[in-house]
């Protein structure tokens, strides 16, 4: 099994904006309106693409379509995720708008550059009771060791978690995560904002899990694998600092990917410790993580499904 991929399937935007309907919990988006907020998320994602490609990371850039007015496409990572067995998962989303984000024109995509869908696992019902599961978004998948890390939130739903876990054959690691909003502590929307899971670390703000007992029993699990803990803050998290993915680019160099915000929040220290494993590589996405909420790693769908 792999942990990372040279493969990843993205979404350029065509109606992107501050999405009203994510908002409601997630606590990261503001409102910016003028003309210019989907053709500057655009620039970013171009120039974001770009840099991937500079380093020998493989991208499916696929157009979103106008007609379905879907402000969050940027961020296919919640509705799908990709299996060394050829298998697919589906999953329900939260936000009405963002169930027309699911397209399967896209794996069409995927076949024209020879990859191999042998299944599709298909979870959307769950959405008529209202119960969610937003991919790995809300869950991070340690597939080597076949661990799946979720902070339980309006989006992650645990009895669909450890049906995951079941289908896929995951050991869950179940815990809740809080940031404060206005003073009072509330759940942060997506496990991906406030961790990172890489081959040999992990990038994670612990301040955010107020339970001792459940912070204990992640950085178990953590330390079980052999990971290097790399902690970092509520207010680093807040710059996105949490919401990283390592990738493979040419020569099967590492690279851990990130927005420059997230970047220029690291201490030194931070920065060695991981650069002791693999490089930096980050690029400007102040428009799309201002009103999208989300950041590099919610902008990637790893690709890990076998080659015809």
């Not at 876990?165 to 942060?188: H, L, M, W, Y």
Request: hydrophobic share 40%; proline share 3%.
């Amino acid at each position: 099994m792999k942990q990372i991929t040279d493969t990843l399937l993205m979404v350029r935007p065509v109606a992107f904006r501050m999405n009203e309907q994510t908002a409601v919990n997630n606590y990261f988006q503001e409102d910016i309106r003028n003309a210019d907020v989907n053709k500057q998320a655009q620039q970013e994602f171009d120039d974001f693409v770009k840099k991937l490609n500079g380093v020998g990371v493989k991208t499916i850039v696929v157009d979103d379509i106008i007609e379905e007015d879907t402000p969050d496409s940027i961020f296919p990572n919640n509705w799908v995720s990709f299996h060394e067995n050829g298998t697919i998962a589906l999953y329900p989303m939260f936000a009405p708008n963002r169930r027309k984000e699911r397209r399967m024109e896209y794996f069409a995509r995927l076949e024209e550059a020879g990859f191999r869908i042998s299944n599709i696992v298909d979870y959307t019902s769950a959405e008529e009771d209202d119960i969610f599961l937003e991919g790995t978004g809300s869950m991070l998948l340690d597939r080597v060791n076949q661990k799946a890390y979720c902070a339980i939130s309006p989006r992650a739903d645990e009895d669909l978690l450890i049906e995951f876990c079941e289908d896929f054959e995951f050991t869950p690691v179940i815990f809740t995560a809080n940031q404060s909003v206005g003073g009072k502590r509330k759940p942060i929307y997506h496990t991906n904002v406030m961790m990172c899971l890489a081959e040999e670390f992990a990038v994670i703000c612990l301040d955010t899990i107020d339970d001792a007992k459940e912070r204990k029993n992640v950085l178990k699990h953590l330390k079980q694998d052999g990971k290097e803990i790399i902690a970092i803050s509520e207010a680093q998290m807040h710059e996105f600092a949490g919401n990283m993915l390592q990738v493979q680019g040419a020569f099967d160099k590492k690279y851990l990917v990130m927005s420059e915000k997230a970047h220029g929040s690291l201490t030194k220290d931070q920065i060695a410790k991981i650069e002791k494993h693999c490089e930096i590589l980050s690029s400007d996405l102040t428009m799309i993580e201002t009103c999208g909420g989300g950041s590099a790693r919610c902008m990637m769908a790893e690709v890990f499904l076998p080659k015809n």
